[in-house]
């Protein structure tokens, strides 16, 4: 080999250790397309670093590796013997034979990938169809004409059927159901009705009191509109901040029925989406004047299960007639349930409640439980109860029922006890019996009757209030000293039957139904009737009754024998005017000459006997006077006498019933457990004189001198019957109630 690296022959050559190929190919395949370039990257630097290396002793130079061609297709590059690298010295001495290098081993190629799966074999080509001429085409073309216009007639079909049903057969339907859609609705609240006396004055009113109300959809910081409004509503930040923002709702109620004092400070804020809207609270400008009649309604407009706004009284009992009809406000409404601006608003007004006029008057109402409560009062009583009434038309004036409270005072009831609480009405009761004996013809004012001071009637022995020797009285004389002994003769006289046919007739054991929560009283039926019960019944134990019932027993001797239902409501107006109730029921119970009669013979009992303290100074008034025991509940103290509580007491019931001859005026007071007296005479007899008194000045009714007083052959008292002027509660031990 030469200098050059040349070889001098072919066994010098191949004497040489190989170079790697790994990057070059001496021998260049003949091709007709051009080689592609490649990267001699790794070879290359191979190369760098072999050459930038001095050879060791005894190892071959490192060859230049031939660079792949880059250009087009070349010839063949032809060989030649390559030059030896010249000798270098070794590093651990510079003489001896020279060492050649060892050729360094080229990585293991990776090895090559699983081959892929065999492709299937293809699909042979799909015949095709042959071809038509020119009638088959034709012929495939007009069925799919035909078939396409098929289809489109069955389209048209279904959309015409689908518009008759929505258009015609179903219209309302979908009319409804797009409305629905598509409307919204505001209620208008109704004012309830309100309650007048007779005269128009108020007893209740319904008063229109704001609302303050949020639409969330409208509020767009509800946290800055709640801090605004909280210190004004007095409501809790957080949690109006949490109302504010219920959206979608439109409709929120933050405070209700608020003051004016609010309502201008929510006012002055000005802000987005607080409004307000009227709410219809009941005033009552009378304060409690006649509360329990009137009655009261639930708090701010809520109603019972029945719907109902009336609570008690005459707002319960004509809920109906006062409950007005609410508005609408129909508006078309978007996806959020806001008006779409523009859209007309149909608005159905609100229709107020029918306004009742009472028959009441509260000059007379106010009198009358002002005169009860001052009697209870004085008088250290558990209860009171007064009515007065215009017997020819049975119109009440006054109604009133007080009580004494836990503290010793005495205010109204909520209740209307007059009539809804019961009491055995006592010697009042003799009224009736002898009525119905005079009208019967079984005696007359002056029929004389053998009346002894005690009478056994079965296992009881009746007595009378103070001992007499037995004396020959007339009807007249037994009325006006209230004697029992004298009213059970004429009992016997009459018949159990006849004096139960009487005392129903009068008005007992039935309600009249003029008054809510009014119940009928109590009356034994016939058959039920015990030994002692024609020595009971007749003066007034054994029965039970409302103060209602009784005074509308003695306008049947007020109205000349004719029995005329209670009235309460005197006319109505429901806004078109004020029109009076029909008149009421009545029908004749005895002769006008046996209510003559018994008007005369009970001004004697004013006059003459127990009821001097009702006198009328000017006025001939007449009337009974009555005590009553009060069934207790058991326990009893004496097991056989239903009267007695457990500490062996007796309550009492004292009342005075009559009424002013010549005038339209009946009244009826009733003290109950009194503790200064028992007796009607002393209890309830001057009440009646004042609230006659009164009524008489404010009706304007002129003295009996200026018109004409009815007269009878009503005979003057015995002298035996002068002697006497006690008033008997009565020695009955059986009652229906205890």
Known sequence: MTRGGDFDDLDDFFARPKAPRSVATLDVPRSTKPAKTTKPAKATKTAKSTRSKPASAGRPAPTREAKAPTSAPTRPAQRRPARPAPATPSRSTRTGPARTEPIRATPARPARPAPRPARPAPRPPRARPPALDGAQSLRRTKHR??????AVCLLVACIGARLVDAQVVNRKTYTAYGAKTRDGFRDIPAGRGAIYDRSGQAFALSVAQPN???DPVSIEHPKATAKALAPILHLDESALAITLAKRPSRYQVLVPTASAKVVDQVKALHLPGITFENQYVRKDPGGVLA????????????????HRQ??????????????GTPGKVRFEKGRWGNTIAGTPEKVKAAKPGTDLYLTLDQSLQYATEEALSRQVLNTGAKQGMAIISRPSTGEVLAMASVATNADGSVSNTGDNRPVSTEFEPGSVNKMITVAGAMEDGVV??????????HLQVADHDFTDHDPHPTSTWSPTDILVTSSNIGTIKIAKMLGKDRVDQYLRAFGFGTSTHAFPGEVDGLMLPLAQWSGTSIGAIPIGQGISVTALQMLAAYNVIANDGVYVSPKLIAATDKGSGKVATAASKHRRVV??????????MLSKVVTDGTGKPARVPGYVAYGKTGTARIPQP?????????????AGRYHYESSFVGGIDGADLSIIVTIQDAQTSIYGSTLAAPVFAQLASLTLRHEQIPPPSLVTSATGAVPELSDSAKDLDGEDPGLVTETTQG
């Open 145 to 150: 004409l035909i078939g396409f216009v098929l």
């Open 212 to 214: 303050v109300v949020a």
């Open 291 to 306: 509360r329990a009649v009137v009655g009261s309604t639930y708090a701010d407009g809520k109603t019972d299960k029945e």
């Open 310 to 323: 009336g609570q008690t009284g005459v707002e319960r009992a004509y809920d109906r007639e006062l409950l």
């Open 444 to 453: 007359t004012p002056d029929t004389p009757i053998e009346v002894p001071d």
């Open 591 to 600: 002769s006008a000459a046996t209510a003559t009669a018994m008007r005369q």
């Open 634 to 646: 058991a326990p009893h103290a004496d097991p056989k006498d239903a009267y007695q509580d457990s």
